[in-house]
C-alpha cells in the first residue's frame, strides 16, 4: 500500500506517535489489515477517516498498541522475583519504588501489588503504571477481568484480592490504592527516576534496535543503585553491560 511515509508523519503530528521507531515490516502490515477492515485501499483515506471518527481513531491507538497481558505472565519469572528479588530489595527498603512501564490493561502492576503484600501491609505498596494507550488505562482503572487472565493467580489471592461480578473478577479497591496510573509515550516522554524495581515486558519487542538502545539506557537512568530490572520473556539484553547492567537472574539485570 501506498503513502506509508506521509502516514507516519501525520501520525506523529497528531499523537506524538513515532512508528518509525516500531518495527516496520510488522507494523505496516498491521496497519493495513486495519485499513482493509474498513475497506479503504490506502493510509490517506484512512487518515482522514481517522480525523472524521474519534471510534475509528481510538481504535488505530488500541490495535497498533497490542495490550494483551494477563495475571503473573511467565509464573516463573514471578516467582523468581518473589523468592529472590524482592527480599533482596527489601533488605535495603521498606518503601519500594516500583515502575511498571506499560501496564497495558493493569494485570502486571497489579500482580506486582500481590506480590509484594506478602512482604508489605498495602498501604506501604505504591506502584507507578503507565501506558501510552488512554483506553487501556481507563480499563486498568476498571479493574474487570475474565477467568483467562488469572488463570495464574493464586486461588488463594483470587479469593483475597478478586470479588467475583457476573462471569468475570473485579480487583478491589485497597489494590487499586496502591497503583497510580499514568500515560505516558516511553518513546518521547522524560523518564521518572529514583525506582528500586522497574519492570518493562513485552512491549520493546515491537520497538526497533535504535529505539531499544536509547530505551535501556533511560532505564538504567531512571534506576537507583542496586536496584532490578525486569524484562519480558522474549527480551532478553544482548550484552546487558553495554548499558552498565550486570545480568543478574534471567530477564532480571542488576544495576550496581
Ligand atoms: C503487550 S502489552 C504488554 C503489557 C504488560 N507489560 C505485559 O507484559 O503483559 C504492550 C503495551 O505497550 C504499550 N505501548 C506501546 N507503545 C508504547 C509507547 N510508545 N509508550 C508507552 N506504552 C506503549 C501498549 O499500549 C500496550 O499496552
Given at each position: 500500500m501506498e503513502g506509508y511515509d506521509q502516514f507516519k508523519e501525520k501520525i506523529f503530528a497528531k499523537t506524538k506517535l513515532d512508528l518509525s521507531l516500531y518495527k516496520e515490516r510488522q507494523m505496516k502490515r498491521r496497519i493495513e489489515s486495519l485499513i482493509s477492515r474498513h475497506g479503504l485501499q490506502?493510509?490517506?483515506?484512512?487518515?482522514?477517516?481517522?480525523?472524521?471518527?474519534?471510534?475509528?481513531?481510538?481504535?488505530?491507538?488500541?490495535?497498533?498498541?497490542?495490550?494483551?497481558?494477563?495475571?503473573?505472565?511467565n509464573p516463573a519469572q514471578w516467582e523468581m522475583l518473589r523468592s529472590e528479588v524482592f527480599p533482596?530489595?527489601?533488605?535495603?527498603?521498606?518503601?519500594?519504588?516500583?515502575?511498571?512501564?506499560?501496564?497495558?490493561?493493569?494485570?502486571?502492576?497489579?500482580?506486582?501489588?500481590?506480590?509484594?503484600?506478602?512482604?508489605?501491609?498495602?498501604?506501604?505498596?505504591?506502584?507507578?503504571?503507565?501506558?501510552?494507550?488512554?483506553e487501556a488505562l481507563n480499563k486498568a482503572q476498571i479493574g474487570m477481568y475474565n477467568e483467562?487472565?488469572?488463570?495464574?493467580?493464586?486461588?488463594?489471592?483470587?479469593?483475597?484480592?478478586?470479588?467475583?461480578?457476573?462471569?468475570?473478577?473485579?480487583?478491589?479497591?485497597?489494590?487499586?490504592?496502591?497503583?497510580?496510573?499514568?500515560?505516558?509515550?516511553?518513546?518521547?516522554?522524560?523518564?521518572?527516576?529514583?525506582?528500586?524495581?522497574?519492570?518493562?515486558?513485552n512491549v520493546m519487542i515491537y520497538f526497533t534496535e535504535e529505539a531499544k538502545d536509547e530505551m535501556y539506557r533511560k532505564f538504567y537512568e531512571s534506576l537507583s543503585p542496586d536496584s532490578y530490572f525486569f524484562v519480558g520473556s522474549t527480551e532478553q539484553i544482548i550484552q546487558p553491560q553495554r548499558y552498565k547492567f550486570e545480568s543478574n537472574r534471567t530477564f532480571f539485570y542488576y544495576k550496581k
Open positions: 490506502d493510509f490517506e483515506s484512512y487518515f482522514q477517516l481517522m480525523n472524521r471518527d474519534k471510534d475509528v481513531y481510538d481504535e488505530f491507538v488500541n490495535y497498533l498498541t497490542i495490550n494483551v497481558s494477563e495475571f503473573y505472565r533482596a530489595i527489601l533488605k535495603r527498603t521498606k518503601r519500594p519504588k516500583i515502575w511498571s512501564a506499560a501496564c497495558s490493561t493493569g494485570e502486571e502492576p497489579y500482580s506486582l501489588v500481590m506480590c509484594l503484600s506478602e512482604f508489605l501491609p498495602l498501604r506501604d505498596i505504591k506502584i507507578l503504571a503507565v501506558d501510552f494507550d488512554s483467562k487472565s488469572i488463570k495464574n493467580v493464586p486461588p488463594a489471592y483470587v479469593e483475597r484480592f478478586f470479588e467475583p461480578v457476573g462471569k468475570g473478577y473485579r480487583i478491589k479497591d485497597d489494590v487499586k490504592n496502591c497503583v497510580e496510573f499514568k500515560k505516558m509515550n516511553l518513546l518521547r516522554d522524560d523518564y521518572p527516576k529514583g525506582f528500586d524495581l522497574v519492570v518493562c515486558r
